[in-house]
Structure formats: structure tokens, C-alpha cells
């Protein structure tokens, strides 16, 4: 007998279902779990400047192996996702008291909306007498949000330089907007380099803003590998023999990064912070390079950022900008009142020289990071945990927390089967063991669709 599970019916269950019944758990008297062995993918403090430039090296190794034997298959990080009227409508949010960026916002008698390369000011009640009252300049708007009197532009540029060179600018611009017709610049915070804003959320005033920036690869790692000097051995002619080849590979290449590594101040690599204000402006890296948290494993060479800033202060000029910054890489981001999370897709990326699905070592699955949230706290975001769960994800509307479990929903990760095995959805959760790993908190639920 077959069962037919619509997707309303699938979406009432997980409504309905709180945390896992019978989850099993070891506990200390102190409630927290019994510690296990830490997930290699959970991140630690870098310890130094020097310990940095050591795990720059085993970045750079990986990702010039990757190009030099695979370059059509390039990792891109891109983004996915973000008196008046008694009653309004506000962006459609995932979670109630977190709001997310729109193009429209709105404090129900003032209307704010992105149009071409402009933020428009609109008084909008009553509706009969609506008028523009004016525009506010930005260089290429993306997002809105809007607390209190103060309107946040998510902005950004690109300038091309001759013959072939570009910097890239992204701008989280404040206004306050308490007297709309005449809105006034407080703050500016512009991040130089490659750093899509992957998401951004507000919580009780509070902004907190993803960016995924690129540790800039210097030119000569680049020239050292296309110029042939290495003579690096072929692609194997069999898939059993890639890890030697690699392993002969990486033996070559490390010393020759390292070499040019060295010569460079690393923090001239890291994406630079400026905050501007009516009292001047300060510069300097987005973070301190003995502040970066990396994981247990090889990581990317993408830096991911998490920028918060107190829309709520008093003074928004001298409030603090505090930004936590991981080695990973993201384009997924979930947040309830309580917890940021952020996502990316893993596997493999080798076999794809090899073509048959059943031979892929990493099947898919999703890589998850989560930060604690403490709005108005000492320490308004804490990096805790990460954890991985099977599987492709879609969008961010994939998760769901409750109760301190995160839920995801992930489908399969291709979309053909050569095995024959069938293809279905799966929920799981997750719970932060309060030791550096997002663990399976229960058995997973797994959901098939059936014609």
C-alpha cells in the first residue's frame, strides 16, 4: 500500500512536530551533553598571524590543484538569497521578530522603495494625497531595512580600472530617516573586495550581515602555476589512482606556495572595513587575522563574515561594528530570534573527472555553521557549532528551529539514480551538543512523494 503525502500535509506534520520523541542524549549534571569527538568541519581560533599565513598555504595548495587539474570546474560562492495606517503590511518574514531585507519597507506612513539606482521617499498615507517627497543616491541598491527612524541601504559598486583590473565596494549605508523629507547619512560601513552579502537579518534593532568575501589570491601563485615550472604529473588515467597523483601533487606545489606566501604581510590579503561617520572615517582588515576561526580540515579560501551593528543606540555614530569571520564559505542563511545559521552544499569535487555517479566518495550534503545570538548581550553573536546532514538543499525556508532543535529539509542530491535506490526527502535534526558539533538529535524522518 502506497501513501500519498501532499506537500500541505508534509507541511502540517513538521509544524506540528516539535522535537524528536525519544532522542537519546547522554547528560552532565550541568545539562550539557557528554562530549564527543569534535566534527571535523568545526572551526577553532587561528592562533597568530603566522599560524594564518600556515593555513593560507593549505587553501592556496588545494584550490591551484583544483584549477591546474580541473579548471572548468571553478567554486563559485554565489549568493542565493534576502500617525499613519492603523494596519500595514511588512515584508513577509520566515520567522516572527526577525525581520529580513526587501526592496519595499515601510513604517506604515512612509513608504521607502528601491527604484533604478535610487531609494525613493514616499509619503503614503493617507493614500489620496500620496507624494514623493524625495530620493535618497545610492550606487547600485540591492536591500532595504528599516528600525525606528533609521532606514539601512545594502548598496554596492564595481570600478573597472585599465587594462583589465576592478575593485569591488559593498556598502551597508544608515540613514536617519526620523524626519523623511530630508533623510541624513549617519554611518557608512564599506567592505573592499569580492563580498556578496549572502544575507542579512534584523532582531530586535539589531542588524546582523553575511557577507562571503574572497582572500585575494596574489598574482603570482597564478603565474607560478600556468608557467610550467613545477612540472606537475598528468591526470591518472584511473580513478584508483587519483590520491597518488594528488599526494605527488601536493608535494610539488606546497613548497612553491609557501615560498611566495611568505613574502606577503597576510593581512594585506584580508577584505578591509571602512567606517565612515560625520567625524571621520577608519580603515583597517574586517577582522584581525588571529581572530579568523577555521576548520579542522583543509578550508576554503573564502572568508565569511557575520557584521553586527545596534540600529537601536542612542548615539549610531559611536555604537560599536563587531564582526565575527570564519575560513568557509555560504550562500544559505537562517536565522530564528535566537540563532544565525548559515549553509553551503559539500562533496567532492574530483570525481567529477570520472562521470559515473556511483563511484562519487562524498555524496551530497549540506554543511552547516550556527552562531548564538545575544541582541543587546556583551557578545551580540557567538560562533558554537557545525554539523552536516545528507542530502541537497534548496533555500533557506529548508529550516526550521524549535525548541533549540534546528529541523532541515533536504531532497536527494542528484536527480538520477543509477543504483536504483529510491529517491526521497529527508528532515533532520540537529541539536548543538555544546562542544563544537551540530549532532543528529533523533532518528532522521524521511518523506517520499508517490504518484
Known amino acids: 500500500m502506497s501513501v500519498r503525502i501532499t506537500a500541505v500535509s508534509l507541511l502540517m506534520t513538521l509544524v506540528a512536530w516539535a522535537a524528536p520523541a525519544g532522542a537519546q542524549s547522554s547528560r552532565n549534571p550541568d545539562g550539557r551533553s557528554t562530549p564527543v569527538a569534535p566534527h571535523p568541519l568545526s572551526l577553532s581560533a587561528v592562533e597568530d598571524c603566522e599560524d594564518f ?71 503614503a498615507w493617507p493614500p489620496e494625497t500620496a ?24 548598496d554596492s559598486y ?19 530617516v526620523s524626519d523623511p523629507a530630508q533623510p541624513v547619512a549617519v554611518r557608512t560601513l564599506t567592505i573592499e573586495g569580492w563580498s556578496p552579502m549572502i544575507g542579512a537579518r534584523l532582531i530586535d534593532g539589531h542588524l546582523y550581515a553575511i557577507f562571503s568575501s574572497s582572500i585575494r589570491m596574489p598574482a603570482e601563485l597564478w603565474d607560478l602555476l600556468w608557467s610550467g615550472e613545477l612540472d606537475l604529473p598528468p591526470a591518472p588515467e ?41 567625524s571621520g572615517s577608519t580603515s583597517a582588515p574586517i577582522v584581525a587575522c588571529d581572530a579568523i576561526l577555521r576548520p579542522g580540515e583543509v578550508g576554503s579560501e573564502s572568508l565569511l563574515s557575520v ?93 526550521g528551529e524549535y525548541d533549540g532543535h534546528l529541523r532541515v529539509a533536504t531532497g536527494p542530491g542528484w536527480v538520477w539514480n543509477p543504483d536504483g535506490t529510491e529517491l526521497g526527502s529527508t528532515v533532520s535534526v540537529l541539536r548543538d551538543d555544546g562542544y563544537g558539533t551540530l549532532l543528529l538529535g533523533g532518528e532522521d524522518l524521511n518523506f517520499r512523494f508517490v504518484p
Open 53 to 123: 599565513r600556515a593555513t593560507l598555504v593549505e587553501s592556496y595548495t588545494e584550490l591551484l590543484l583544483q584549477q591546474w587539474y580541473m579548471p572548468w570546474e571553478t567554486p563559485w560562492s554565489s549568493p542565493n538569497d534576502d500617525g499613519g495606517a492603523g494596519d500595514f503590511s511588512t515584508t513577509n518574514v520566515q520567522e516572527s521578530g526577525v525581520d529580513e531585507p526587501d526592496l519595499v519597507k515601510t513604517d506604515g506612513s512612509t513608504l521607502f522603495a528601491i527604484a533604478d539606482s535610487d531609494v525613493r521617499v514616499v509619503d
Open 131 to 154: 507624494s514623493l517627497l524625495g530620493t535618497i543616491d545610492a550606487t547600485w541598491p540591492e536591500s532595504l531595512l528599516l528600525h525606528d527612524g533609521r532606514l539601512v541601504v545594502f
Open 158 to 176: 564595481t570600478h573597472w580600472e585599465r587594462p583589465a583590473t576592478y575593485r569591488h565596494f559593498r556598502y551597508v549605508r544608515v540613514f536617519d
Open 238 to 278: 584511473k580513478p584508483e589512482d587519483w590520491d597518488a597523483v594528488l599526494d605527488q601533487a601536493r608535494a610539488i606545489l606546497r613548497p612553491a606556495v609557501e615560498a611566495v606566501v611568505n613574502l606577503l604581510g597576510v593581512e594585506e590579503l584580508l577584505p578591509e572595513l571602512t567606517d565612515e561617520t560625520s
Open 307 to 399: 557584521l553586527h551593528l545596534d540600529l537601536g543606540a542612542e548615539d549610531i555614530e559611536t555604537t560599536p561594528v563587531t564582526t565575527q569571520s570564519l575560513m568557509a564559505s555560504a550562500w544559505t542563511v537562517y536565522a530564528s530570534p535566537a540563532s544565525l545559521y548559515v549553509a553551503r552544499a559539500t562533496g567532492g569535487w574530483w570525481p567529477w573527472l570520472w562521470g559515473p555517479i556511483a563511484q562519487f566518495p562524498d555524496p551530497p550534503s549540506v554543511e552547516i555553521h550556527r552562531f548564538a545570538l545575544d541582541p543587546g548581550g556583551e557578545t551580540p553573536m557567538t560562533y558554537t557549532a557545525t554539523g552536516t546532514v545528507p542530502g541537497h538543499l534548496l533555500d533557506q525556508f529548508s529550516f
